[in-house]
């Protein structure tokens, strides 16, 4: 009979692998990926370097985790998508747009790190991100030619409108993390959805667009403190 690991321990394991994460994207964003050793997560983390290897096999190992749980949870953000819009096309296209901006922005400085900062990372990350942006445009490619062929969209073509989707998306949430302060996040994320509704041919209503991105946000209390729209 295969051994089962009791409730009780594997939630105190995934306490520490959650510890060591945790330690690890404040380093990499307060002092780069190079200048952070695993000694230096070992002792934020209050841990042996033993315990560091039970969980993780390298710095590289590391470094990958954290990169893949913002991409599983952007993919989670595309599947709810794809469910909402087929009632909601204007709406769940706005939320979706909402939610994967403020994903990235509920931690803003390991999002600078992995988007902006870390170029001089790891030949291993390097390869992530470049199958991670295929794998998700064709998510939005998908997606798109979905919503055309229930008629709820009008593009000439959804391949190109797949690019200009992810390529907005990705510039406007660049351009806030690279400003000092970012606090103007709920007015960009409501002008980016407004303007790739209308790409799309969709019901681009400030005043019912608003609503649903302030309740993004506030499921999502730590990506800005500033005010309603």
């Not at 595309?78 to 769940?92: C, H, I, Q, V, Y």
């Not at 055309?148 to 510039?171: K, P, W």
């Not at 606090?183 to 969709?202: A, E, M, V």
Request: charged residues 20%; proline residues 4%; negative net charge.
């Amino acid at each position: 009979m295969a051994y089962r690991t009791p409730p009780h321990v594997q939630e105190q394991k995934d306490l520490r692998r959650r510890q060591i994460l945790d330690a690890a994207a404040s380093l990499f964003s307060s002092h780069g990926y190079h200048e952070t050793s695993i000694r230096d997560v070992v002792e934020a983390a209050g841990i042996s370097i033993g315990s560091f290897y039970f969980y993780f096999a390298s710095k590289d190992d590391l470094f990958d985790a954290l990169f893949a749980e913002m991409s599983e949870a952007f993919l989670a953000v595309m599947t709810d998508a794809s469910e909402t819009t087929r009632t909601d096309p204007a709406g769940g296209t706005a939320e979706a747009i909402a939610r994967a901006m403020s994903l990235i922005a509920s931690n803003r400085p390991l999002s600078r790190f992995l988007l902006l900062e870390s170029g001089a990372g790891t030949t291993l990350f390097e390869v992530r991100r470049k199958a991670n942006e295929q794998r998700f445009m064709t998510l939005v490619h998908d997606f798109l030619d979905e919503m055309q062929e229930r008629n709820q969209i009008h593009v000439t073509d959804t391949a190109s409108a797949a690019c200009s989707l992810m390529g907005g998306l990705y510039f406007s949430i660049l351009a806030w993390l690279s400003e000092p302060q970012g606090n103007d996040l709920p007015f960009r994320i409501l002008h980016t959805c407004l303007y790739h509704l209308k790409s799309l041919g969709l019901t681009a209503d400030p005043e019912a667009i608003a609503p649903r991105i302030e309740a993004v946000l506030a499921r999502e209390p730590s990506a800005c403190d500033c005010g309603p729209l």
